[in-house]
């Protein structure tokens, strides 16, 4: 079995140079590394890495101790009260004519308030309840967003990695035709100037190399502080994978969706609160009645004020339990003005609702098209890719037979190579774009990744 180093010089033999790119390209994905990470894997490494998610699911855990705090509002409320106190009376009575006694008080007793009727505090903990629902809304918004921005960074790095094997194959192509227009120009059927335009083209791509290494270098950094990891390993694509588009006539399903979407929820919410932000308003007018009860003693040590010469100690037990209404009648206008703003604000959210879903639905229909004009775009470049090959096969012979000049020749290459970056990223907007289309329709989930991880080389 013939080495890679022989196979590779065979392959620079050959007239076309598809089968060079063909290789590169297939030895990037069958010398996959062992610990190369798929797109499922480094999401579930930035789920527990990522500030902006973490922070997400810390403010809902939060919400859901706000919901609790507003359920006891309901419930009812115990304390326990202690005091001690030492006093000392003085002065003169009839049968003393000077007196100063000291004396003690010691007081301990239990209170217990049940709120019977209280439509605020009611209002309130529905509210709590609909604050969780926005909190959950909001997390699976922050888990949509990381999906994408994970996915964004991991084929943007899979892009860098095909533009420098491009760019490194055509480098290869232009030294081969750097050498060929030396060797015609030293036997004398070819000028100085076929020489001179493959070295400018040589300069030209070996910047472009440069580039190329240093935006890898960049796109694999971001994608290392995204997730977490250092010196991350993508999985590539696998190679002609069929990419294709949702049928045009399913546009109306995916908008239907669309009432699902977390921010048409999280706007859905906020009418509700604002509904019961308005009721609330609406109980400062109302009478409130709790139900109190007490039970406690008080003990008097060395006599009391009322029996100042007194030296016995006394103890009197006390219990109480009652219904107690409170009515507001008039608070200076300040209740009839807060409904007036609640009802106002209750008509913004309701605006915002309906702004939400048009948003939304445009989102929806966008990201569809964009899904759609890529997946033709991908075909539309996978036939400019066997045309741009023909192409530079022939100018290649016709070079060969004289009919052709050498900036012929470098001008084929350079359209058949920038034709293969653009259909490879155009490739990987296609699957970007198929998750960004159910992140606009809100039906994005973790879930969703095992799909593009079905496409990537095992």
Sequence with gaps: MPSLQDSFHALRRLPALLTLIGLATGLSALTTPLHAQSLDELYQAARDYDASYRGARSQFEATLARAEQAKANLRPTIGMQTSITRNTVSGNIDTVPYFKHPYGVRQNGVSLTQPLYRPGNLASYQQGEKLLQQADAQLALAEQDLIVRVSQAYFDVLAAQDSL??????????????????????????????????????????SQEIAAQNDLRVKRLFLDQLVGRSNTTPKPLQPNVPISAPPAEQISQWIEATNEHPSVQLAQTAVDVAELEVRKAQAGEKPTVDLTGSYG????????????????????????????????????????????????????ARSDLEAARRNVAQATRSAFYGVVSGASQVQALQAAEASSQVALDANRLGYQVGVR???????????LYQTKRDLAQARYNVLLGGLKLRQANGSLKPEDLQAVNQLLVP
């Design 165 to 206: 094997v491009f760019v490194q194959a055509q480098k290869v192509a232009v030294e081969e035709q750097l050498a060929s227009a030396q060797r015609n120009f030293e036997v004398g059927t070819a000028t100085i100037t076929d020489t001179r335009e493959a070295q400018a083209r040589r300069d030209l791509v070996l």
């Design 405 to 415: 000049i050498n900036i012929d020749v470098l001008n084929s290459q350079s359209q």
């Design 297 to 348: 003693y008080a003990r008097n040590e060395n006599g009391s004020s009322l029996s100042p010469t007194s030296t016995v100690s006394s103890r009197i037990y006390q219990g109480s339990i009652g219904v107690t209404m409170n009515i507001p009648l008039y608070a200076g206008g300040a209740l009839q003005n807060r409904i007036r703003e609640t009802l106002s604000l209750e008509d913004k």
